[in-house]
């Protein structure tokens, strides 16, 4: 009898037990988590103000580039991107004070699973002491030991409703170590994020300071004079038309590729040179632009290259061009080794490339990466897709900043000196990028392919 009584009492005490293992504690840690959560619905909204402060300043430099091409604009879009990136750094700020916050949060959670955790090994690892030392009277003997029917059935219940209290508290000892791995991951993503944060911080930094140093040029440049302004975009023009009179000579020079060493187009081989923060604000400006990936000049005979033949000797534009504020991360379209860099703004009056990179692929396919206000990559180096190889600009011939993305098949693709080309040829030195010094890449026009049926 006095076993029978000792087995519903414990049957009682595991079952009240399995119930509380049920629960998350709450208490010394609920106004704190309170306070984090408020924190953290404040964040949320701060950010969205954030957000729809950086496209307003989208929208007004969107109606800027529709201008005319004067000082004022110029020097109006600079500023207007100054501040975009301002705005970007404190929402980069803000993520990161937000995702400091959500740790916190997670530290609570996993603590309280660790609590639960605690609790259930210790009301599994009592049940089954208990359940030992019962053990030591068999449940027929207690049952024949009984005085009567109903007390037997009574103690075959309660070792049933053991069995299933003890089977329960299983379960919730295995989804709380569940509930916590899941928590650990939960970790490990938010420090891998704040790490993100941290280096696109860093990244913004940089692009507020570039973004500077050209308003300080464009100023140096023209003594915040309009006139000056124009003849310095009359004479970038000029020059540009001799370059590529000069370039295209040197190209058409140059052994053609044999159909035979085009990689087979297909969409989707290459990546967009650029984040994806970046491609949903393209996204944005679909209507304005005509497109979702904010190209503002196309491959080929175009209706601009068609109107300015004069610039692109005839030949059609060899490139796309993607509108970039200056001081946006260029991203590596495929991984590849960089075959070279270089600086065509070194050599006075050489309004061409500007600051370039050139990376190699394993697939046959070379891209290029122009008018770039930086470069943090150099020949030799590995890259993989998606990595930051400079920030973009409006280095070289560029009016505007913008990237001027390339595609060519690798195999004729070569870093030369036009100035000391036209030497070899006999030619006489000429100004600007034939003068000498200015390395690019070159290649025949039969080595140019349309980015456009690779990405």
């Known amino acids: 009898m006095q076993t029978l009584r000792s087995l519903s009492f414990l049957l009682v005490l595991l079952v009240a037990c399995a ?38 300043a989208e929208r007004q430099r969107l109606i800027l580039n529709g201008q005319s091409q004067t000082l004022q604009t110029a020097i109006k879009s600079i500023d207007i991107t100054r501040q975009q990136t301002s705005t970007q750094i404190n929402l980069t700020q803000t993520r990161i004070s937000s995702t400091n916050l959500q740790l916190n949060e ?52 309660d070792a049933a409703s053991l069995n299933t209290a003890l089977r329960a508290n299983v379960a919730n000892l295995s989804q709380a170590k569940d509930a916590l791995g899941a928590q650990l991951q939960d970790v490990d993503a938010k420090k891998n994020e704040l790490t993100n944060l941290a280096s696109d ?32 975009i009359t004479r970038k023009r000029a020059e540009r038309a001799l370059f590529e009179q000069a370039l295209s000579s040197l190209e058409n020079s140059l052994k053609a590729v044999g159909q035979a060493e085009v990689p087979t187009v297909q969409t989707g081989v290459l990546a967009w040179p650029y984040s994806p923060s970046f491609a949903a604000a393209c996204e944005g400006k679909a209507g304005a632009l005509g497109n979702p990936r904010c190209i503002t000049q196309y491959f080929g005979n175009t209706a601009f290259a ?29 991984s590849g080794t960089v075959m070279g860099t270089g600086n065509t703004d070194a ?13 190699k692929h394993p697939n046959g396919l070379a891209t290029s990466y122009s008018h770039l206000s930086s470069i943090t990559v150099s020949a030799g180096q590995s890259v993989s897709t998606g990595q930051t190889i400079g920030l973009s600009g409006m280095t ?49 026009p039969s080595a140019y392919l349309n980015p456009m049926s690779y990405l």
């Open 201 to 232: 911080l860093g990244i913004q930094k940089q692009s507020l300071d570039v973004q500077k140093s050209e308003k300080d040029r464009l100023l140096s440049q023209t003594k915040n004079q309009e006139s000056v302004y124009q003849d310095l």
């Open 19 to 56: 119930g509380i293992g049920a629960v998350v504690p709450e208490g010394a840690f609920a106004q704190s988590e309170d306070e984090i959560k408020s924190q953290i619905s404040e964040h949320a909204q701060r950010i969205k103000d954030l957000e729809a402060e950086i496209a307003e």
């Open 306 to 334: 068609t109107a300015n033949s004069q610039i692109y000797n005839g030949s059609g534009h060899n490139a796309i061009d993607i509108g970039m504020p200056s001081g946006t991360p260029v991203q590596a379209a495929l």
């Open 396 to 444: 070289g011939y560029a009016t505007g900043p913008h990237l001027h993305f390339s595609v060519y098949v690798a195999t004729g693709v070569k870093i030369m000196d036009l100035g000391a080309w036209r030497k070899q040829q006999g030619q006489p030195a000429g100004t600007g990028c034939s003068a000498g010094g200015a390395v690019m890449p070159v290649a025949p």
């Open 106 to 157: 997670l530290s609570y959670n996993i603590e309280d699973t660790e609590q639960l955790i605690a609790l259930d090994k210790r009301t599994l690892e009592e049940s089954i002491r208990n359940m030992a030392e019962a053990g030591e009277i068999s449940l027929v003997e207690q049952v024949f030991a009984s005085g009567d029917l109903t007390e037997a059935w009574t103690a075959i219940d």
């Open 347 to 359: 050599v006075p009056g050489c309004f061409s490339f500007g600051k370039w990179v050139l990376i």
